[in-house]
T-cell receptor
Framework: DTAVSQTPKYLVTQMGNDKSIKCEQN?????MYWYKQDSKKFLKIMFS???????INETVPNRFSPKSPDKAHLNLHINSLELGDSAVYFC??????????FGPGTRLTVL | AQSVTQLGSHVSVSEGALVLLRCNYS??????LFWYVQYPNQGLQLLLK??????LVKGINGFEAEFKKSETSFHLTKPSAHMSDAAEYFC???????????FGTGTSLTVIP
């Protein structure tokens, strides 16, 4: 059983398009996160949701928007994609400050 | 405020040699500390964590780390490197609420045959 799943695994798209990445966790965790990992492997936290409330919102462009329909899902919507958005995006979840469990990642390539 | 510093973005060791990956943190409250490993083209996997109790923590794959409050360190070690240990390693710190979770910049471990 997959603990944290993301779809799609690969996403190739043109500049200017709008795309979404889905994330689901079946661990009963109360907090979910989105990270961006660049080509140098640096992990940047983008958003986190705790009980459907946004509690961390780093300085990411407002073209990125998280949407959480329920505690088990945190989707990432990206509008007007740019070349610099190309990266691997990871979803993660945790419970009350304990370790985060990561999804397998979504490799986004913007052409 | 919390932060994590990993000294050495690249570390190379010979197969069978000691692995030492350094991590220092700053935290205004007692932290939770973690080490994660990322194999090529995969997500991050927890190696070990420290929350409370014994300061020497053992993890998977023969790794261990020691929490030293006086040095604000949480260095990762393994007595004998294996080729399969080649990966990216991340140190992380969080407060007890989970509202603040910070990763270091990562250390790429290369194991030389």
């Amino acid at each position: 059983d997959t603990a944290v799943s993301q779809t799609p695994k690969y996403l190739v798209t043109q500049m200017g398009n709008d795309k979404s990445i889905k994330c689901e966790q079946n661990l009963g965790h109360d907090t979910m996160y989105w990270y961006k990992q660049d080509s140098k492997k640096f992990l940047k936290i983008m958003f986190s949701y705790n009980n459907k409330e946004l509690i961390i919102n780093e300085t990411v462009p407002n073209r990125f928007s998280p949407k959480s329909p329920d505690k088990a899902h945190l989707n990432l919507h990206i509008n007007s994609l740019e070349l610099g958005d190309s990266a691997v995006y990871f979803c993660a979840s945790s419970f009350q400050g304990n370790e985060q469990f990561f999804g397998p990642g979504t490799r986004l390539t913007v052409l | 405020a919390q932060s994590v510093t990993q000294l050495g973005s690249h570390v190379s060791v010979s197969e069978g040699a000691l692995v030492l990956l350094r991590c220092n943190y700053s935290s205004s409250v007692p932290p939770y500390l973690f080490w994660y490993v990322q194999y090529p083209n995969q997500g991050l996997q927890l190696l070990l964590k420290y929350t409370t109790g014994a300061t020497l923590v053992k993890g998977i794959n023969g790794f261990e780390a020691e929490f030293k409050k006086s040095e604000t360190s949480f260095h990762l070690t393994k007595p004998s490197a294996h080729m399969s240990d080649a990966a990216e390693y991340f140190c992380a710190v969080s407060d007890m609420s989970g509202n603040q979770f910070y990763f270091g910049t990562g250390t790429s471990l290369t194991v030389i045959p």
